[in-house]
């Protein structure tokens, strides 16, 4: 299976998983007050689409660890995670759209009410995530992961150094912390967790410079693509220290041309 395949069936799965969790939360609301009703399905609204690169590669994690049980909750969780985060983004950033549709804020009046019950809902969608993954042995690896992507947000905000920015707030957050989580769920040693970290770290800036790329934040989009292309292959030659497996090397060769080389 190459790349792009396995992240598109692994991603229908956690699509299911995710809209599994949040209408069960949804019938725990109704039970409490009815008035949260338009709210929860509003943040559930909100979790839909996206690629769930960051719930399939808690999986990739699990997988190359060689874990044996099912552990899509843990990358469901992840990705309701990512929905609650964008939530707090589109306020911090002022984004009246996401995914092609008003984000949080502005469907809920864009206004005082609108920008307070967004944050709620972020919050909610934290701490549901965290309820999760706390009870298992990955749980203080996640709240690290959130606290370097918190840092990276504070420095971005202070026009702090940009490669740091990238290492904290998408590196670590949505390559590097996946992909280690799952490992340790699997029961991974610590060779293993470091490489999965340096692995996700340089490709993970990789994935940032193609973002920005593809945002047209670059002054110089020919320079910025061989920058990419360059923390690719840093991240490549860790591959021996990862995994000796033929099948899974090629499909995270290919994960790695696709991040880099990805259209949107």
Do not use: W
Not at 208 to 228: F, H, N, R, Y
């Amino acid at each position: 299976m190459d790349f792009e395949k396995y992240l598109k069936t692994t991603a229908k799965k956690l699509d299911r998983e995710v809209e599994k969790i949040l209408k069960e939360q949804l019938e725990k609301a109704e039970k409490t007050d009815k008035k949260l009703v338009p709210l929860l399905q509003a943040f559930a609204k909100t979790c839909q689409g996206g690629k769930r690169i960051r719930g399939v590669l808690v999986i990739l994690g699990y997988e190359i660890a060689r874990g044996k049980e099912e552990i899509i909750k843990i990358g469901a969780a992840y990705e309701i995670m990512h929905g609650a985060i964008l939530i707090h983004d589109d306020i911090i950033d002022q984004s009246i759209t996401r995914r092609n549709r008003s984000s949080l804020y502005q469907t809920l009046g864009g206004n005082h009410y609108g920008i307070s019950q967004a944050i709620s809902l972020g919050d909610y969608g934290f701490f549901l995530a965290f309820k999760i993954i706390a009870d298992t042995k990955a749980g203080g690896l996640f709240s690290q992961v959130m606290m370097e992507t918190a840092f990276g947000q504070m420095l971005e905000l202070k026009k702090a150094n940009p490669l740091l920015v990238m290492k904290l707030k998408t590196a670590c957050y949505t390559i590097a912390g996946p992909m280690q989580i799952g490992a340790v769920l699997a029961g991974a040693g610590v060779k293993l967790i470091r490489a999965l970290g340096e692995f996700g770290e340089n490709l993970g800036i990789a994935y940032q410079i193609k973002d920005d790329i593809l945002d047209g934040d670059v002054k110089s989009p020919e320079k910025a693509k061989e920058q990419a292309g360059e923390y690719k292959n840093k991240a490549m030659k860790v591959l021996p220290e990862i995994t000796k497996d033929k099948n899974m090397s090629k499909l995270l060769e290919q994960m790695g041309e696709y991040l880099v080389r990805r259209t949107k």
